[in-house]
């Protein structure tokens, strides 16, 4: 009974997950949003995340400042921004190698290829209520996956420790003997 169980949720999972990747292609160039790390400088707090898109092997940077509430922007294009993360990492993915290097090269407002103008130029139409959700839900599935790896982490992490007093015991022993 337990093993039916466990295989219907895999069934459901992997079919959540397919179906999300499907319907929302832009995220699938997203392959992870790194924990959030805070600079504090003279009235200012900054909170930064890195991105690693799928066809890029290096990751791509974002930045918030919290002092002011502002949006999430990229630091290599400062004019790429959007209120949520999520929404600013499928941004930065969706631009490959070259087109982010040329982009950066000539300046982000002065890029003239249409193709890449539409793809930044940010809707300012009322988002749709499937939109919403689906950027909730991939939201969640990062979420769930970066807690997953802090958890295998604490696993690992809880493995060392009790490996270390097994040894640290079997020092402490072996000197007693050796005092005896």
């Known amino acids: 009974m337990k093993k039916n169980t466990t295989n219907l949720s895999l ?6 997950l397919l179906l999300a990747f499907t319907t929302m292609p832009a995220f699938a160039w997203v392959k992870d ?6 600079f504090v400088g003279d009235n200012i707090r900054v909170h930064q995340v890195d991105v690693k898109c799928r066809i890029v092997k290096s990751p791509r940077s ?3 400042v919290v002092s002011s509430k502002g949006p999430w922007c ?4 400062p004019e790429l921004c959007a209120e949520n993360k999520i929404v600013a990492a499928r941004k930065l ?11 950066i090269a000539s300046g982000y407002n002065d890029f003239s290829d249409d193709s890449v103008a539409e793809k930044s130029a940010a809707p300012k139409a009322k988002r749709r209520p499937e939109d919403i959700k689906s950027e909730l839900l991939e939201e969640k599935m990062l979420i769930e996956e970066r807690r997953i790896q802090i958890e295998q982490r604490r696993i690992e992490l809880s493995r ?3 490996s270390l007093k097994k040894k640290l015991t079997s020092m ?3 000197v007693g003997l050796d005092a005896s």
């Open 11 to 16: 069934r459901v999972i992997s079919s959540v």
């Open 33 to 38: 949003i790194s924990l959030e790390r805070v």
């Open 62 to 64: 974002l930045r918030r």
């Open 74 to 77: 990229s630091i290599d294009l």
């Open 93 to 103: 993915c969706g631009y490959s190698a070259t087109e982010f290097r040329d982009m």
């Open 160 to 162: 060392r420790e009790i």
């Open 172 to 174: 402490i022993e072996t």
